[in-house]
């Protein structure tokens, strides 16, 4: 049962398998005391002690540093020691903060973050605490939401000034945990274009840690996300503790180890760049940081990200449909394209099975490379003489639903948007704009810029037949600055474009229900828990190499589900690495996702064709077990040349498995590959081989897998329980 226990000196959070205990010491300030197992009773004169407080475990502000006291949101400026996760300056120029306790509410459900996205749910309860500085005349109200059904605690922080003076934040985190010890290894996710997400695990030092972006995104070179871990926990057991941020904008992570070996986890807006000015009456909300708590390793830590995703995070007619099998031409064709041509690929989609055609960067202005016409998203009539709604028309005639590209965000110095507004990107007074991907972005903290987006997609949603969107977004901020942010408000410019950004997307969702949107950032640029609130896929990586893939869908997995991850089959040889990686390859590990094609299916041999269409039926027949299954990882392509998945049908009568080997080696003999999630109990049939096994078999013993000669060779077994 999910309850928060209030009484004078202690909060108790806890559900059926976790807990988390917030301590009030004297004078009230909130300390941190335990987050992990679920605890029946709570005595916290023992935690206190425990060296988290100087000699007997009284606490006196007089003579007392907080430099040792775990806290739950510790301000710069109260004898505290180490980085914390507020600092507000005053009129005067001086930055500390004392929050002392004011209240402890307790409500069903979980409020809505007003403006962000965050996660939601009827089954769960919420705390309120209410601190607050009485020389600041400020109000801070921590808020930590515990659900019945997932190992996880969502965090945030709402500000509200409520005195005369204006204040500043200039650091205001999401989330702060601090730990009784440093016994951890550190996961955090880093990478760079076509190669998103690698995992770095490494053993927490003394100091501070972590990772972060400044470049307006979440980003390809890391993400908002880091998992504390036991140094002998593995993927199947030892103790997790990780957080995720549910923003796409400039984020920190961060771990610091202190002379005492205590740790300390922060997470939230990066303060690189950031302030916000809170005038008198003014409320401010910090994204969300969820935390979750995993006893069983890495694949238990995942589960609870997949099932926080699946239930809590994605909303629309698609969180838990089935998603179309497309076709997107921008592999196939690039920017060299006309109306006959793209048809001429989508009817053979329509014959393979194919249910949505994707037409991809190209369409609009006079757009033949990419150095022109962001912002004018109007038809290009040279290559579409019948214009979107014709061409979706005839889309439609094949029986397959149109999809389109844009890159709302952007605007092309070669633009008609450009030339009449040249102040509506993000730009220095003075200096030369630096283009990136020869383009500019728009100043999203401007709410005419913000209507304009909207305005010109809703145009198109509404006239042209258009059922799924590709949101991309190619380039990160430079020469940061706003025409219409005033001085002392020019440092607000980040947030306020996520702010603009998830506005327009919230409109856009409502607005027209039946549109599929997809997530794209130069592949995975802007991967994370902010965007699947609007967008319920997102496209993995611009590399489609099976090889490079097995890798980036295996890390992307530690937070996310098969169906958040767009992940199609391409041709060979690979557009990203020239590698040639058979059919049967490509199909397996892209089935792992949002399944589709991104080649000129008309340039297939016959017989790769007649595997496609082999693709396509069996990702029909078993599309629900492959994204919303329980997904397991089994054989890490970080740790060998092999990587193995499963993913179990909730109720453990199907699994989908696959196994993928990197490169050839003689030598050696196929893997035993010890399954996971089956039932023990049932016994499966394995439909390609017509072999049987016990459920508790193959989880205990495991299978032996016999591979297909060559280079990226895979196999992806289909198991049925008798
Ligand atoms: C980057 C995306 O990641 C690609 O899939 C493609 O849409 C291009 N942009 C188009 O410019």
Redesign the pocket.
Request: glycine fraction near 14%.
């Given at each position: 049962m999910t309850e928060i226990l209030v009484s004078e000196k202690l909060i108790h959070l806890r559900n059926d398998r976790i807990s988390y205990a917030i301590g009030l010491l004297e004078g009230g300030i909130p300390a941190h005391l335990y987050f992990g197992k679920r605890v029946e009773k709570l005595n916290p004169s023992s935690l206190l002690r425990a060296a988290w407080l100087p000699g007997d475990g009284s606490f006196s502000m007089q003579n007392c540093t907080l430099d040792h006291t775990p806290q739950e949101y510790p301000a710069f400026g109260l004898g505290e020691m180490r980085e914390g996760a507020l600092i507000v300056r005053r009129e005067n120029g001086t930055r500390t903060a004392d929050l002392r306790f004011v209240s402890a509410g307790v409500m069903d459900g979980k409020p809505e973050l007003a403006g962000l996205p965050a996660t939601f749910g009827e089954a769960c309860k919420t705390l309120k605490l209410r601190l607050r500085d009485e020389l600041l005349n400020l109000d801070v109200v921590l808020l930590y939401t515990i659900f019945d059904d997932c190992d996880a605690i969502a965090r945030s922080v709402l500000f509200e000034n409520n005195g005369a003076e204006e204040l500043n934040l200039e650091r205001c985190y999401s989330l702060c945990l601090d730990l009784p010890d440093s016994r951890y290894d550190l996961i955090t996710l880093s990478g760079a274009w076509a190669r998103e997400r690698e995992i770095v695990r490494r053993p927490l030092v003394m100091g501070q840690q972590g990772v972060g972006s400044i470049r307006g995104a979440s980003s390809l070179q890391t993400s908002p996300f880091m998992a504390l871990l036991r140094p002998e926990t593995t993927e199947e057991q030892g103790e997790v503790i990780a957080a995720a941020l549910v923003y796409s904008g400039n984020f920190t992570a961060q771990a610091y180890v202190d002379p005492n070996r205590y740790t300390r986890m922060m997470m939230g807006i990066n303060d690189t760049g950031f302030q916000w000015t809170l005038c008198a009456g003014a409320t401010f909300q910090t994204p969300e940081a969820v935390l979750v708590y995993s006893a069983a390793g890495l694949d238990g830590m995942s589960s609870q990200f997949h099932r926080l995703c699946a239930d809590h995070l994605v909303r629309g007619r698609y969180a838990h449909a089935p998603r179309p099998i497309l076709l997107?031409n921008?592999?196939a064709t690039?920017f060299d394209f006309d109306e006959e041509k793209l048809l001429s690929i989508a009817r053979t989609a329509a014959k393979v099975g194919v249910e949505l055609f994707v037409l991809?960067?190209?369409w609009f202005g006079h757009r033949d490379s990419?150095n022109s016409s962001l912002g004018d998203w109007f038809v290009d009539k040279r290559k579409l003489p019948g214009g979107l709604t014709s061409l979706a028309e005839k889309v439609h005639s094949l029986g397959l639903k149109f999809g389109l590209?844009f890159?709302p965000e952007m605007i092309s110095p070669d633009s008609e948007l450009f030339r009449a507004h040249p102040d509506w990107c993000i730009h220095v007074p003075g200096r030369t704009h630096i283009e990136g991907?020869n383009q500019l972005i728009l100043d999203l903290s401007r709410p005419d810029v913000c209507e304009y987006i909207y305005n010109a997609l809703a145009d198109n949603l509404s006239s042209s037949g258009i059922d799924y969107v590709?949101w991309?977004m190619?380039r990160n901020f430079t020469n940061v600055g706003s025409a219409l942010l005033p001085p002392e408000r020019q440092k607000e410019l980040p947030h306020r474009y996520m702010l603009g950004l998830y506005g327009i997307l919230e409109r856009l969702i409502h607005d027209f229900p039946h549109v599929l949107f997809e997530s794209?950032?130069?592949?995975g640029?802007r991967f994370d828990m902010g965007m699947l609130h609007y967008m319920p896929q997102t496209?993995t990586?611009?590399d489609t190499d099976a090889v490079c893939r097995c890798r980036i869908q295996y890390s992307t997995s530690l937070v996310f589900p098969p169906f958040a991850m767009g992940s199609h089959v391409s041709a060979v040889p690979n557009h990203q690495t020239g590698r040639v990686a058979p059919i049967t390859t490509r199909g397996n590990v892209a089935m792992s996702g949002c399944f589709g094609y991104?080649l000129d299916l008309n340039r297939l041999p016959e017989e790769d064709l007649k595997e496609v269409e082999k693709q396509i039926q069996r990702v029909k027949e078993y599309r629900q077990t492959l994204l919303y299954g329980e997904f397991h990882r089994l054989l890490s392509p970080y740790e060998g040349n092999d990587t193995a998945w499963i993913t179990v049908a909730p109720d453990k009568n199907e699994a989908i498995l696959m196994l993928a080997r990197a490169l050839a080696l003689p030598g050696t003999y196929p893997p035993l590959v010890r399954l996971r999630g089956l039932d023990p109990a049932k016994t499966y049939r394995i439909l390609e081989t017509g072999e049987t096994y016990g459920g508790d078999e193959l989880m205990n013993i495991g299978l032996c897998i016999p591979l297909p000669w060559g280079d990226a060779a895979s196999v992806s077994y289909t198991l049925k329980a008798e």
């Open positions: 997107n921008w592999e690039y991809d960067d190209g990419d590209w890159e991907r590709k991309d190619n794209c950032s130069s592949g640029g496209w990586s611009d991104e």
